[in-house]
């Protein structure tokens, strides 16, 4: 009996996409099971290939983003290219690209022509900015995105220049958006036999990943609180979510939401007496009230570096109060929640004679696991693929000595 593995084995996947957002999708559905086919230009492939930056191993950007997937190369700037994108499409569940608009129409793989091919494709299309509005005809990144949307300015620190983040998280919001909406339409697709096109931007799913602290600012018409401190709530039910140093300097962050959580905290920390005497016991005199805000944090930045990271956080989760060092990049991969979950993971490089830590997956699947891969090599899938299409071993040669693959 074959392995069970992967909830979306049978589901076809071409994509014809770059970058991050456009790939990240179509790489969690390998994950999952899914035959993707990575469509690459024959003349060096995809450009994130070499986008490393550990000489002679693999671009991280590359082999992150395109894990377990086939690569097959096209110059779908010729007749003989796109006719093999079409056969290949008239087998696909879904297809994705993520060109300026206006690139798919020119090359072949629009929506309207890839259509007629398929009538029950899904048809996955991610943009910068979304295409109804006036700059819809740009290219977009991941910090223009993160500035345009909001972040930059809400993890910003008040007096310091704002900055986009280290981390993509417009472009993984994106893919994740993508995953799911694509395999929505195929489940509408599957019912009732009918495709449909799917936009998305990185400019969208940033909007989304700032949640209700953007509909709070929409509904006061006033921007939210930023730096060292989230303040939310009344005067009668207070939250602060809030970082702070320990004597060693490093940092550690506990959330709380009304009053009986702050007292709790305050005397699981043994803070009761200073708060008290500063005149805190209320922690709604903060809400609405810059001056109070700032001298709070300023005491208890005081009292946090009087201790150490680990004791304080023990002590906050003692009392039940929510509370975890904040990381580096370097200590989230060694984290021991994060490890025993296996978000991160060990995957065999053959080529490199050598396991390497990659990401795991973040979903745990009782029946039908992932099982992550590797990134393929360009144009690795070629042989197998067209002959799958019927191709003959002297036209596949043909094809490679005329550059069309």
Same mark, same amino acid.
């Given at each position: 009996?074959?392995?069970?593995?992967?909830?979306?084995?049978?589901?076809?996947?071409?994509?014809?996409?770059?970058?991050?957002?456009? &790939?990240?999708?179509?790489?969690?559905?390998?994950?999952?099971?899914?035959?993707?086919i990575?469509?690459?230009?024959?003349?060096?492939?995809?450009?994130?290939?070499?986008?490393?930056?550990?000489?002679?191993?693999?671009?991280?950007?590359?082999?992150?983003?395109?894990?377990?997937?086939?690569?097959?190369?096209?110059?779908?700037?010729?007749? !003989?290219?796109?006719?093999?994108?079409?056969?290949?499409?008239?087998?696909?569940?879904?297809?994705?690209q993520?060109?300026?608009p206006?690139?798919?129409?020119?090359?072949?793989?629009?929506?309207?022509?890839?259509?007629?091919?398929?009538?029950?494709?899904?048809?996955?299309?991610?943009?910068?900015?979304?295409?109804?509005?006036?700059?819809?005809?740009?290219?977009?990144?991941?910090?223009?995105?993160?500035?345009?949307?909001?972040?930059?300015?809400?993890?910003?620190?008040?007096?310091?220049?704002?900055?986009?983040?280290?981390?993509?998280?417009?472009?993984?919001? &994106?893919?994740?958006?993508?995953?799911?909406?694509?395999?929505a339409?195929?489940?509408?697709?599957?019912?009732?036999? @009918?495709?449909?096109? %799917?936009?998305?931007?990185?400019?969208?799913s940033?909007?989304?990943?700032?949640?209700?602290?953007?509909?709070?600012?929409?509904?006061?018409?006033?921007?939210?609180?930023t730096?060292?401190?989230? %303040?939310?709530?009344?005067?009668?039910?207070?939250?602060?979510?809030a970082?702070?140093?320990?004597r060693?300097?490093?940092?550690?962050?506990?959330?709380?939401?009304?009053?009986?959580?702050?007292?709790?905290?305050?005397?699981?920390?043994?803070?009761?007496?200073?708060?008290?005497?500063?005149?805190? !016991?209320n922690?709604?005199?903060?809400i609405?009230?810059?001056?109070?805000?700032?001298?709070l944090?300023?005491?208890?930045?005081?009292?946090?570096?009087?201790?150490?990271?680990?004791?304080?956080?023990?002590?906050?989760?003692?009392?039940?109060?929510?509370?975890?060092?904040?990381?580096?990049?370097?200590?989230?991969s060694?984290?021991?929640?994060?490890i025993?979950?296996?978000?991160?993971?060990? @995957?065999?490089?053959?080529?490199?004679?050598?396991?390497?830590?990659v990401?795991?997956t973040?979903?745990?699947?009782?029946?039908?696991p992932a099982?992550?891969? %590797?990134?393929p090599?360009?144009?690795?899938?070629?042989?197998?693929?067209?002959?799958?299409?019927?191709?003959?071993?002297?036209?596949?040669?043909?094809?490679? &000595?005329?550059? %069309?693959?």
């Amino acid at each position: 009996m074959s392995e069970k593995w992967g909830p979306l084995q049978g589901v076809k996947v071409v994509s014809c996409s770059t970058a991050q957002a456009g &790939t990240v999708p179509y790489m969690l559905m390998a994950d999952l099971g899914a035959d993707v086919i990575k469509i690459e230009p024959p003349d060096g492939g995809d450009g994130s290939r070499r986008m490393t930056v550990l000489p002679g191993m693999p671009s991280t950007f590359f082999e992150t983003n395109n894990r377990g997937v086939k690569s097959v190369t096209l110059n779908l700037k010729s007749p !003989e290219g796109r006719a093999i994108l079409h056969k290949l499409v008239a087998k696909a569940d879904i297809f994705g690209q993520n060109f300026r608009p206006s690139a798919a129409d020119r090359n072949g793989f629009g929506w309207e022509e890839l259509r007629k091919v398929n009538p029950k494709l899904v048809y996955v299309s991610i943009s910068g900015y979304g295409t109804r509005g006036p700059n819809g005809h740009l290219p977009g990144t991941d910090s223009m995105a993160q500035a345009l949307g909001g972040i930059a300015e809400a993890y910003s620190m008040p007096g310091q220049k704002m900055r986009t983040g280290i981390a993509s998280v417009a472009d993984e919001s &994106t893919a994740m958006l993508a995953f799911g909406g694509a395999l929505a339409a195929l489940t509408h697709a599957r019912t009732t036999g @009918v495709g449909q096109k %799917i936009e998305l931007s990185l400019l969208g799913s940033l909007v989304r990943l700032m949640g209700w602290t953007f509909t709070t600012t929409m509904w006061r018409n006033q921007n939210p609180v930023t730096g060292q401190a989230r %303040i939310t709530g009344t005067p009668e039910r207070p939250g602060i979510s809030a970082s702070f140093n320990d004597r060693d300097g490093k940092p550690l962050v506990f959330q709380l939401t009304g009053p009986e959580n702050w007292k709790d905290a305050v005397t699981g920390l043994g803070f009761q007496d200073r708060i008290k005497a500063a005149g805190f !016991e209320n922690l709604g005199v903060i809400i609405d009230n810059d001056a109070k805000r700032e001298e709070l944090l300023s005491l208890l930045d005081d009292l946090f570096a009087t201790g150490t990271r680990d004791d304080w956080v023990a002590r906050l989760r003692k009392a039940d109060i929510v509370s975890a060092p904040i990381n580096t990049m370097l200590e989230a991969s060694n984290d021991p929640d994060v490890i025993a979950n296996g978000y991160v993971t060990h @995957v065999d490089y053959p080529k490199y004679g050598k396991k390497l830590k990659v990401h795991g997956t973040p979903w745990q699947f009782s029946e039908t696991p992932a099982k992550p891969g %590797i990134a393929p090599e360009l144009g690795q899938h070629n042989q197998a693929v067209l002959c799958e299409l019927g191709y003959s071993e002297a036209e596949i040669k043909d094809l490679k &000595t005329r550059k %069309i693959i």
